[in-house]
């Protein structure tokens, strides 16, 4: 009798062991997800903040092609010029060949892939103080972030979904 009762308090607490580490596992995975999120989203706002101008536009064979006056101002890339010198810039994009987001700058072997899995392909859109999209490229435009992505199902861990959303704007307008 006392080995039986033994044996059901061992498998309980082997039991809650196994569900506490499913649920840490669940929980470390959105808690990546949010600081990767915050320290991306905080660099690419005080890039956009301090620049000299800001494009949205697309990437089309490792090229940068920002759209013109009467498109609809909306594409796959953000082209971001930090000073008045067009030879340096920063370009973020999304690949949907590998369905990453990256981050390259003028120098040469510089893109990063800051993150994986995004299903969305248009990320940018330039908007005006309430939220539509424009069609010109206006001095006093928001940049709009939008990015999805699909984390498929793991070991005991379930396919999951996030979305990330955010807008800045330049501080310095002329």
């Known amino acids: 009798m ?19 580490l499913r649920m840490f596992q669940v929980t470390d995975t959105k808690l990546n997800m949010t600081t990767w999120s915050r320290q991306t989203v905080e660099t690419i706002a005080t890039e956009i903040h301090s620049c000299n101008s800001v494009s ?29 010198n067009t030879t340096n810039y920063i370009v973020y994009f999304v690949s949907s060949s590998d369905q990453t987001f990256r981050r390259a700058t003028d120098q040469a072997g510089s893109a990063e892939i800051l993150a994986d899995s995004v299903t969305n392909t248009i ?35 379930n396919a999951d979904y996030y979305k990330l959303e955010t807008s800045m704007t330049r501080r310095a307008l002329e």
């Not at 006392?2 to 506490?20: H, K, P, R």
């Not at 697309?58 to 759209?67: D, P, Y």
């Not at 908007?127 to 005991?156: C, K, M, W």
């Open 56 to 84: 949205v536009g697309n990437i089309t064979n490792g090229v940068f092609e920002g759209l013109l006056n009467g498109e609809t101002q909306q594409g796959t890339a953000l082209l971001v010029y930090p000073t008045t």
């Open 2 to 20: 006392a080995m039986a009762v033994f044996l059901l308090m061992l498998g309980g607490i082997i039991a809650a062991n196994l569900w506490g």
């Open 123 to 157: 990320a940018f859109t330039a908007q005006d103080f309430s939220g539509n999209v424009l069609t010109n490229n206006q001095n006093n435009r928001v940049i709009h972030l939008t990015l999805e992505f699909y984390q498929p199902a793991r070991f005991l861990q």
